[in-house]
C-alpha cells in the first residue's frame, strides 16, 4: 500500500488518504499531540479526561479553543461561543424552540437531506415556511437568492450552506433582512465569513473542526436578546452563554483545541480556503476531464467540501472502492441515500491525497475505460 | 512524589492518586490502550475518531458496549441502552418531556443539588410533587423510605440515588408502585442492581465509566411504551432505541467500551461493590478513628463514592490539601457549595490510592494534631 511519507506510519500500522465525509480526517499532528498526552496531561498528574471541567488545566484548554475560533473567523465581543452537545439534530430543535416566537414564524431555505429535517423539527413547534427548495432537481442544485420567498417578519431566516449528502453548497453568505440561521457543520472554517447576515451559526465539530460530540454554536448578542421566555435550563442557549453550566464534552473540545491552533499555524481560514479550491478544483477538473466519470450536481452548485461523482458505467463502481481501497484511499462511497461516489476534502485532507485520488482515477480510466 | 509501582510514569510524567468527583479516575490500562491505537485504530487506516459512525469497526466497539452493560448489570432484552449527549442536566429535561403527561404529575425524592434541578426543570413542564426532601438536614441524609409520600397515580418516581456533591447514597435499591427514575451518575456499575423497581436509570459517564460527553440511559420497554406523543425527535427516547439516529459521542463510547471490558475483566460488578465497600469502609474507619477528622452526613446515609469529611480545625484545610498533593494525593476539595474535603472512591480508584490517603492523614494528624 503506497502512501507518502508524511502519513508515515507510528505504530507500524498504515494511515490511508481518509475521505470519510465524518466523523472525518483529522491533523496526524493533532493525533500524535493527543497520543503523546496520554496517560498524563502537562502536570495534572491524570489525564485531560479525569480532571474537573472548572480545573485551572481543562479552562485553559477550553479558553484556548474560544480564543482561536473568535481569532480564525473574526468575531468580534458580540459574539457568543458555546460548546454544546447533541449535533446539528440536536439544534433542528433548539433553534425554533429559543427563536420561533408563539405568534410568529420562520423561514427555510431547503438544499437537502438535513434542511429538510430541521424544518420537520420546526413545525413541530410552531409556523415554519419554505422560502425556497431544491428537492424538484433532487438537491442537486442551491435555489437562486432571486426566487427565495422571504418574508421581513421572518423570526429567522434558515439555511445549510453546505450538504454533505448531496455534495452542494451556497456560493459565499447569502443575505436577507431578517437573521440568517445557519447549519454550516460541514463548512465551517474552511473559508473566510462575512458575519454580518448571520443571528446564529452552528456546526458539529466532526467534519472540519475534531471529533464527534461536540458542536459549536456561534450566537450573536443580539439576536441570542430575541429568545423565547421560560425555557427548558439545558436547552436555553442563555444558559450557556453566560456560565459552564454543566460538564462539557471536555475531550471533544481538547481536540477541537489543538485543530484549531494547527490552522492557525496552516494561515488559518484564508490560506485554507485557497488550498480548499485547489483541491476541489484539481478533483473536479479529474472529474470532467472525459466522460468516464460524472459529475451529479450543478456546476454552480459544486461543493469545495464534498465532491459527488460517479461512473458513467455504474457497474464499475463496486471495483473502483475496492482497487482505490488497496491503493491506501478510503471512504469514497457515496452517502446511502444519494449513491455514487463522494470524496470529502475537509481542511485536514493534504493535497497530495487528493493528488493520489486523481492519479487513480487516472489509472482506473486507463484499465477499465 | 511517591507513587505505588503500578501507577508507574509512560512519560516521565507521574500519575497521582486522583480523588476527582468528575470527570473522575479512568483504569490506567484504559488509557494505555486509547494510546496504543493512536494514531492508527486496527486496519482502519485512521483513529477510531475519523470513522463514520456507521463503518463496521466503529459499530462493533458500539455493540460491545452495550452487550457489556448488559452482561454487567443483568440488563434482560426487555431493557433498552441509549447512548445519548448531554449528561444528567439534559435528563432533567428529557425526563418530564417524555413521561410527565400533560394531565398526570410525577413524584421527587429531594436529595441534593441535583435531584432539585431536576424537580425544577419537571415543573417547568407539568405538575410535580417532593415526595420527600432531606433539605433540612442540609442534604447530610437520605429521608426515610417510610416518610415519603408517594402517589399511586404517579407516572413516575424521581431519585438521585447517589450524591456527588453532598456524599450521600440510598443504601440499596428502593421500592415503590410506580417506575422509579434514577439518576445514577455516580454510582452505575460500583454495585449489582436490583432493576425491579426501575423504569429508566440515567448516567453520565465521567463518573464511573468513562470521560464526559456520553449518557448511558437504560430503559424498560413497557416504560418506553408511556411516552407523550409529538415529541423533538432528538428528545424523543424512542428515536434512539429504535436505531442509531444520528451521530453518536465516538470517542467517548470508545472509552466507555474499554471501561466495561476492564470491569469485567475485574470480576465484574459484584466483585467491584466488594472492593468499593472495603475502601470506603477503610477511609471511614479512618475518619472516625480520633476526632481530629469529621464525618459531614449521617452514617446510615454515608456514600461509598463519595466520602465527604472535613478536619476539626477547619484552618488547616488549606495545609492538608497542600501537604497532600506533594505527597500525589490530589482533587480531595469538597465541592465548592459544601466547603470540606471530598475523597471520590470510584471503580477505577485502586485500594492502594485509599491507602496511600489514610497513611497520609495519619501522618498529617501527627504533625498537626
Do not use: C
Request: aromatic content about 8%; glycine content about 8%.
Amino acid at each position: 500500500m503506497p502512501a507518502s511519507p508524511s502519513l508515515s506510519p507510528v505504530d507500524g500500522t498504515q494511515r490511508l488518504h481518509n475521505f470519510s465525509a465524518g466523523p472525518g480526517t483529522l491533523p496526524t499532528s493533532v493525533l500524535q499531540e493527543v497520543r503523546d498526552e496520554l496517560p498524563v496531561y502537562g502536570t495534572a498528574g491524570a489525564s485531560i479526561m479525569e480532571i474537573s471541567h472548572r480545573s485551572a488545566d481543562y479552562d485553559a484548554v477550553e479558553q484556548s479553543a474560544r480564543r482561536h475560533l473568535r481569532r480564525l473567523l473574526g468575531l468580534g465581543d458580540d459574539w457568543h461561543i458555546l460548546f454544546l452537545q447533541g449535533g446539528a439534530s440536536m439544534q433542528f430543535h433548539q433553534v425554533p424552540l429559543n427563536f420561533l416566537p408563539p405568534d410568529g414564524h420562520a423561514d427555510y431555505v431547503l438544499t437537502g437531506r438535513w434542511s429538510v429535517k430541521a424544518l420537520r423539527e420546526a413545525k413541530l413547534l410552531g409556523t415554519a415556511h419554505t422560502a425556497a427548495t431544491a428537492e424538484d432537481t433532487d438537491f442537486t442544485t442551491i435555489p437562486d437568492r432571486d426566487t427565495w420567498d422571504l418574508s421581513p417578519e421572518a423570526a429567522y431566516l434558515h439555511i445549510t450552506s453546505n450538504n454533505t449528502v448531496h455534495g452542494t453548497q451556497f456560493s459565499g453568505d447569502p443575505e436577507a433582512e431578517v437573521p440568517i440561521v445557519t447549519d454550516a457543520s460541514s463548512e465551517i472554517l474552511s473559508r473566510p465569513m462575512n458575519l454580518d447576515p448571520y443571528g446564529l451559526i452552528y456546526a458539529g465539530a466532526q467534519k472540519n473542526m475534531g471529533p464527534a460530540g461536540v458542536t459549536v454554536v456561534l450566537i450573536r448578542d443580539s439576536f441570542l436578546a430575541r429568545r423565547n421566555d421560560d425555557l427548558p435550563t439545558m436547552l436555553d442557549y442563555g444558559t450557556h452563554a453566560e456560565r459552564r453550566f454543566n460538564t462539557p464534552p471536555v475531550f471533544p473540545i481538547y481536540v477541537v483545541e489543538k485543530v484549531l491552533r494547527w490552522l492557525r499555524d496552516q494561515g488559518g481560514v484564508e490560506a485554507m480556503h485557497t488550498l480548499n479550491q485547489q483541491k476541489a478544483a484539481l478533483l473536479y477538473n479529474r472529474i470532467d476531464r472525459t466522460d468516464f466519470y460524472e459529475g451529479i450536481v450543478a456546476r454552480n452548485a459544486r461543493s469545495t467540501m464534498n465532491p459527488v461523482f460517479r461512473l458513467h458505467d455504474d457497474a464499475l463502481q463496486p471495483r473502483f472502492l475496492q482497487e482505490a481501497k488497496a491503493e491506501g484511499l478510503v471512504n469514497l462511497k457515496g452517502h446511502r441515500s444519494v449513491g455514487g461516489l463522494r470524496a470529502s476534502l475537509y481542511n485536514a485532507l493534504p493535497m497530495e491525497a487528493v493528488e493520489a485520488l486523481v492519479d487513480f482515477m487516472d489509472a482506473f480510466e486507463q484499465r477499465h475505460g
